[in-house]
C-alpha cells in the first residue's frame, strides 16, 4: 500500500496567531501531531504542507518533512482543505514517480489524538473499502435535540425536543467530525475532489476524552487544562 500522510498548517491563523506553533505545555502544536504519526505503524511517507517558513523549519527540526512551499493560491481563507491536499499530491506523485493509494490528513488542531487513533482509521478504510474514514465523536449536550434557532427574538426547536429528556435519553445518537483525521482513497480525493461524505464513508468513532479542536484562545486554554491534568501525578 502506497499511503501519504499530510498536515496542512497554514500560516495565517485568525483564531489563534500562531496557531500551529504556538506554545502548548511546552511544545509546539504541531509537536503533538508530529511525534504521534512517527510512531504509526502504517505511515511511511508524511509531509507538511505549509506556506509558512517558521512553520517548516520548526516542523523540519521535529523530524517531518516539509518538500515544498504551499503556493499562495492554496493558502488563502478562501483555499478549501481539499485543493491544498490536491497540490501536496500531485507534487509528491511526481517527485516519487509513483501513485499513492491512500490519502491521510492528520490535523495538528487535535494534539490529544495517539497515532492508535491515526492507524485505526487507516486499517478501517483498507479493511472495509471505504471511500473515506473520518474521526468523529458523540454529541452530549450539544446534541441536535437540544441546538435552539432565533426566529424573530423566540426560541425555536431546531429539531423537536422530548420534554424533561435526560441527555442519556436522546436518540438517536448524534456524532460530529472531530477535526482530526481524515483518510480517503487517492481518487476520492483527486477525482472526486472529495475528502468525505458519498455512500460509502465511515467513522472512526473517537473517545470524548480525545476529541478536541483548536480553533479559538478558548479551545487552546481548555487544552492546556487538559494535557496538564493528564500530566500531573
Known sequence: MNILGITLARGGSKGVKNKN???????????????????????????????DFTIAKVSKSLGAEVPFMRPEEFSTDEASSVSALQHAVSFMEERESKKYDFVVEIMCTNPLKIHEDIDNCIKKIIDTDADSVIAVHQLEDHHPARIKMIIE????????EPNEARRQDLKP???IRSGSIYCMKRDYLMELNLRYGGDNSRPYILPNERAVNVDTEIDFMI?????????DP
Open 21 to 51: 506553533i504556538k506554545d502548548l505545555c511546552g511544545k509546539p502544536l504541531i509537536q503533538y501531531t508530529i511525534d504521534e504519526v512517527l510512531k504509526s505503524e502504517y505511515l511511511r511517507e508524511y509531509i507538511v504542507s505549509t506556506d
Open 173 to 175: 445518537k448524534a456524532y
Open 153 to 160: 427574538d423566540k426560541i425555536c426547536d431546531f429539531l423537536p
Open 223 to 231: 487544552c492546556e487544562q487538559l494535557i496538564t491534568n493528564k500530566n
